[in-house]
């Protein structure tokens, strides 16, 4: 295996295996990966335009019971500082952005046990029915397990009824790394690749669209975001449902993961990670910048 022979398979359009994968993000230099990166792009996008939403993304809880090590949002039951708005206090919150110029709301929260399924539902129904202009992007992977779970109805349901509310757009949130070593390390009460894997495959099955993310820069290996790009290369493969790929860097601050990581992730990895994945993931059509990448 070489450079230059890898080069020539991505530039006549071929799929990289991750053995290959692996090797040309272990060896290949940056400004060569962006140069294939770039013709990618405007391959599948031939208009030299980049485009945006103007979005919002509050939270209607901080009370959670997962307990990721690499997360400084969280609050459990009686903690100081801990919150849960109700769905007034959030469609309020929502108009006042709509007032703004707001077109997209990505809603997430903790995932709340005492929180019950009926909030969620009226949550959609009401953005739907009161802001029709918006579009609801709500409720990652985590919260709907959870939803299943305080609920008693299956994922496949769950997802129906929030399907049948009108909600159309589903956050790829909740994935960090699609790799089980390295979620046993940082979010083991979260669950496995496969079970995020799975509300997304049954949330494509109905029809929503949604984002695949990735947090890199703590404890994966260039072999875990490879198995996390296969990973949603497949499920991308079934049902076309990733309108887009968004990486984002780990943000150490005020998290016990912050104390256990080897070196923070730089502003060239970033570079790095924005190029390998748009050329490893060749059935999506767009890489989503963030804003806190
Ligand atoms: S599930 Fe979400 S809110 Fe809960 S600890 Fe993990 S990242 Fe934080």
């Known amino acids: 295996m070489t450079l230059d022979s890898l080069y020539q398979k991505i530039q006549s359009q071929q799929r990289l295996t991750p053995e290959e994968g692996l090797f040309v993000l272990k060896n290949a230099e940056l400004l060569d990966l962006g140069g294939l990166a770039n013709e990618i792009r405007f391959r599948k996008n031939p208009e030299p335009r980049v485009t945006f939403v103007i979005d919002t993304n509050p939270n209607y809880t901080n009370i959670c019971n997962i307990d990721c090590i690499f997360c400084a949002f969280y609050r459990h039951p ?37 929180i019950p399924f009926e909030y969620y539902i009226e949550m959609v129904q009401r953005t739907v029915k009161e802001l029709p202009a918006v579009t609801p992007h709500f409720y990652s992977t985590s919260e709907i397990i959870g939803m299943s779970q305080v609920s008693g109805f299956t994922i496949p349901q769950v997802l129906q009824k929030l399907w049948n509310t009108g909600q159309r757009s589903i956050p790829g ?79 150490p601050g005020n998290t016990p993961l912050e104390k256990i990581i080897p070196h923070y992730a730089t502003p060239t990895r970033y570079l790095q990670m924005l190029a390998f994945s748009r050329i490893y993931l060749d059935n999506f059509a767009h890489i989503q910048a963030s804003w806190f990448s």
């Open 173 to 251: 949130g909740g994935a960090e790394i699609l790799s089980d070593r390295v979620k046993k390390k940082i979010s083991h009460l979260k669950g496995t690749s496969a079970d995020w894997l799975n509300v997304m495959r049954e949330a494509h099955k109905i029809g929503f669209k949604s984002t695949a993310t990735m947090m890199y820069g703590h404890l994966e290996t260039d072999e875990d975001i490879v198995e996390h790009l296969e990973s949603i290369r497949q499920l991308q493969d079934e049902h076309h449902g990733f309108t887009a790929f968004v990486p984002w860097s780990f943000k």
């Open 78 to 114: 009686g903690e100081k500082g801990e919150y849960t708005y109700t769905v007034d206090q959030m469609l309020e919150n929502f108009k006042r952005a709509a007032a703004q110029g707001v077109t997209t709301i990505l809603l997430q929260g903790g995932v709340n046990p005492a």
